[in-house]
């Protein structure tokens, strides 16, 4: 209606489920959908919170009689075509991950009468479950740089400076050694671009989350290469799982009148990409992991 992307109103049987930036944030299984009206300048001022439209919608609710529907739906792998490049390059669909590819969609909903012609509930629910594939790219340290050793990166052509940050302040303290590389001595300056494993101002945490990165080369001599480029290329494995349970209840006071109570349950996984294996992420839970680059 001329208004803004987001400034539209969202109603859910009344109810606003707009958050601050104008988005709907609840959205139910069609399942549990009755009706979806949506007004447009002509909508009472008691809608108001909006400068755009008014999407109105109204939740299903049981009748006299029971009723249900389900639905699922799936693309099998062999219904699916490859990646033009891949095709293009005669990979097949085992060498490019696509093999491991699923969908599943499913879902329904059922409901009916409590007390007939007075009380009636109707409950849905909706999931879904995939795993796709991504071409990554992403920066790995090299085995010089996993041992301290900068004297061979650079950033923008120019060989890499490292400081010991301990050192700001001017004062030699137990991260910041008087005398040596990367103390007062050379104002934090580590000598070289080279970092000593032993130095005090070394993480032995770090050191340890360091031990967990893999270290086997994925593009030849590329994954050596330490001017900020990438040098880990490869293809990601992304699974992503959501489910919703929806449900209500609606007591008929008159046949004018009635009072409805309902409960929306939403939880999605939608983890991020990585070319890193699984269990380098997450040592203790082997079903669900989350890349460590957002």
């Known amino acids: 209606g001329g208004g803004g992307i987001r400034a539209n109103n969202y109603l859910l049987d009344g109810i606003p489920i ?12 069609m399942e549990a959908v009755e009706e979806v009206k949506v007004q447009v300048h002509t909508y009472d001022a008691e809608m108001g919170r909006t400068g755009g439209g008014v999407f109105n919608v109204t939740m299903r609710s049981g009748t006299n009689n029971y009723h249900g529907s389900g ?21 097949s669909k085992a060498e490019t991950g696509e093999d491991t590819v699923y969908y599943r969609l499913y879902g329904g909903g059922a409901g009916g009468p409590i007390k007939k ?4 509930f109707w409950a849905a629910t ?12 992403e920066v790995w340290p090299t085995n010089n740089q996993r041992n301290g050793d900068f004297s061979h990166t650079t ?22 050694p008087a005398t040596g590389t ?34 086997e080369t994925i593009q030849g001599p590329m994954a050596q290469n330490e001017n900020g480029e990438a040098n880990a290329i490869g293809t990601a494995n992304v699974v992503d799982m959501a489910d919703m349970f929806t ?10 009148f009635s009072l409805s109570g309902s409960y929306i349950y939403n939880k999605t996984d939608e983890p991020g990409s990585t070319i890193m294996k699984a269990d380098k992420l997450f040592m203790a ?9 957002r």
Not at 22 to 29: C, I, K
Not at 117 to 120: K, P, V, Y
Not at 192 to 199: A, D, E, M, V
């Open 18 to 29: 707009s958050e601050l930036r104008g988005r709907a944030v609840l959205n139910p299984t």
């Open 182 to 215: 990367g103390s007062i001595a050379t104002g934090g300056l580590f000598t070289g671009g080279i970092i000593p494993l032993t130095h005090p101002a070394v993480s032995q945490v770090g050191l340890n989350i360091m031990k967990l990165w893999p270290t």
């Open 71 to 91: 639905f699922y739906q799936t693309r099998p792998v062999w219904g699916q075509s490859q990646n033009f490049f891949n095709a293009t390059s005669g990979l």
């Open 247 to 256: 449900g209500k209840v609606e007591h008929k006071i008159t046949q004018n």
């Open 155 to 176: 950033v923008n052509g120019a060989p890499v400076v490292l400081y010991n940050p301990w050192c700001r302040g001017g004062v030699a303290s137990a991260r910041c």
């Open 285 to 293: 839970d082997q079903d669900q992991w989350f890349g460590p680059l």
């Open 117 to 120: 012609d007075r009380t009636f």
């Open 126 to 137: 909706e999931g879904y479950r995939s795993g796709t594939t991504r071409n990554q790219q």
